[in-house]
């Protein structure tokens, strides 16, 4: 299995561009999150889905953001219009089954600067 | 106060010691407990499971302690690979949360 798969694994736009992230699961994972890293927060959890549908999303920073998932073997996060607090690594991961038995298996992620 | 709080470190340990480092969290209700493990510039990844008696894995041993709401990780006889960023996460209602991580660096 090739894992969980990011593209693009770098993105450098300016202010107000539109920016979409990619991600293609593992086969046969029902699970698909959305997290983004800073050295300041950490990881957090932006948006997750389970059988493609968006379950908690709370964690979406503002409108701004918008995640879908129109099958299992695919999902993006779009930002619109971005800005430079945005830069950040954007990961997706995706688990088997919920709970804390299942480990997540993360993308390689994506490093996305705006300036 | 952060529902899961680590010590970023730096730790810097000479190759052969033991190290160890703890994870604090906030809810007392929270079900389930890792350790992951990240590489500069890459994904964090399952390093182990931690369990209420203890688990140990190699050079790795994981321990829980409820009363006081933390989870430690000792790594002994550390080796130069063991440089990363390790990761404490906590499940609760099936939400995880991650820590922000504690970067180790092993010395030669």
């Known amino acids: 299995d090739a894992g969980v798969i990011q593209s693009p694994r770098h993105e450098v736009t300016e202010m107000g561009q539109e920016v979409t992230l990619r991600c293609k699961p593992i086969?046969?994972?029902?699970?698909l999150f959305w997290y983004r890293q800073t050295m300041m927060r950490g990881l957090e959890l932006l948006i997750y889905?389970?059988?493609?549908?968006?379950?908690?999303d709370s964690g979406m920073p503002e409108d701004r953001f918008s995640a879908k998932m129109p099958n299992a073997s695919f999902s993006t996060l779009k930002i619109q219009p971005s800005e430079p607090r945005d830069s950040a690594v954007y990961f997706c991961?995706?688990?088997?089954?919920?709970?804390?038995?299942?480990?997540?298996?993360f993308g390689n992620g994506t490093r996305l600067t705006v300036t | 106060r952060k529902e899961v709080e680590q010590d970023p470190g730096p730790f810097n340990v000479p190759e052969g010691a033991t190290v160890a480092f703890n994870c604090t969290y906030s809810?007392?209700?929270?079900?389930?407990f890792f350790w992951y493990r990240q590489d500069c510039r890459k994904e964090p990844k399952l390093l182990m499971s931690?369990?209420?008696s203890g688990n140990e894995d190699g050079r790795f041993t994981a321990q829980l302690n409820r009363a006081s709401q933390y989870i430690s990780l000792l790594i002994r006889d550390s080796k130069l690979s063991d440089s990363a960023t390790y990761l404490c996460?906590?499940?609760?209602?099936?939400?995880?949360?991650f820590g922000t991580g504690t970067r180790l660096t092993i010395i030669p």
């Open positions: 991961a995706s688990q088997k089954s919920r709970g804390g038995n299942s480990p997540l298996h």
């Open positions: 809810n007392s209700a929270s079900q389930s």
């Open positions: 889905f389970n059988n493609n549908v968006p379950i908690d």
């Open positions: 086969s046969g994972h029902d699970y």
């Open positions: 931690v369990y209420s």
């Open positions: 996460v906590v499940v609760w209602n099936e939400k995880l949360t």
